[in-house]
């Protein structure tokens, strides 16, 4: 079984995530292009495949301009997708100043080779519960250590780790891509010092502009950066989920 499925044509482009199966009972289809006569069909045939499969839930989005779903819920052939929230894009300006945790504990490494299992471990065990979120594996942690564009930093509290940050800057406006606070360390404040960080991290470099990505249905995450000043910019995506009967 293919982790991710790719298929680019004329006039249809769409991906097939199942890595998710197996750990989480999740899969997704993503439908970049696709003409309208054709999606019903197509989500059909592939919903199938990924029940059979294993799935036990199947995510949908549709984000071809021509094509975008609007509605509560829709059916493709026999299976009824309802709809299951937003991921939306939120951006503010980096810090003005220096930030320095009001903890002393508190402190940052970047993701090295030596402690990248303990990264790679805590991020799906933060993740593994979060809405759209992914399972990252070996090959996930050698990207972020050999690929530039993107930079990991683990956080530990009273030296016990805590939680990690993940960025991006694939983009012209650089990305936190994950931030995670581990579960025995939540309710603290961490998780707010972890993204001030990160936006001073991005001063520092030059950048007075980050974004990221949050699912509507993560609502402590997305009061987390509405407090801190992030605002709404766009919507990245809309999800339907397939649930079937007695799941």
């Known amino acids: 079984m293919e982790d991710v499925t790719e298929v680019r044509e004329e006039a249809l482009h769409y991906f097939v995530i199942r890595k998710e199966i197996p750990f989480k009972g ?51 052939g026999e299976y009824l997708f309802r709809f299951d929230g937003t991921v939306d894009c939120l951006e503010r300006g980096t810090t003005a100043e220096g930030f320095e945790s009001p903890d002393p504990g508190f402190r940052a490494e970047p993701l090295t080779r030596e402690n990248a299992p303990v990264f790679l471990t805590m991020y799906n065990e933060c993740f593994f519960s979060v809405p759209n979120s992914a399972t990252y594996g070996e090959e996930d942690i050698r990207r972020m250590l050999e690929n530039r564009v993107f930079e990991g930093i683990l956080f530990t509290f009273r030296g016990a780790t805590a939680g990690l940050l993940e960025l991006s800057y694939q983009d012209l406006v650089p990305e936190l891509a994950s931030v995670a606070v581990s579960e025995r360390f939540r309710g603290r404040g961490l998780g707010r010092d972890i993204v001030l960080y ?12 980050a974004f990221l990505r949050v699912s509507s249905r993560n609502t402590a995450a997305y009061h987390l950066y509405l407090s801190l000043g992030f605002r709404q910019t766009d919507v990245a995506s809309r999800w339907y989920v397939h649930r079937p009967e007695g799941v």
Do not use: N
């Open 26 to 76: 999740k899969a997704y289809i993503l439908v970049r292009r696709c003409r309208a006569d054709v999606l019903p069909s197509l989500l059909r045939e592939l919903t199938g495949d990924l029940l059979r499969l294993g799935a036990k839930q199947v995510f949908c989005s549709v984000t071809d301009p021509s094509l975008v779903l609007s509605e509560e819920s829709f059916f493709a």
């Open 198 to 209: 990160g936006l001073e991290h991005l001063r520092q470099r030059g950048h007075f502009l």
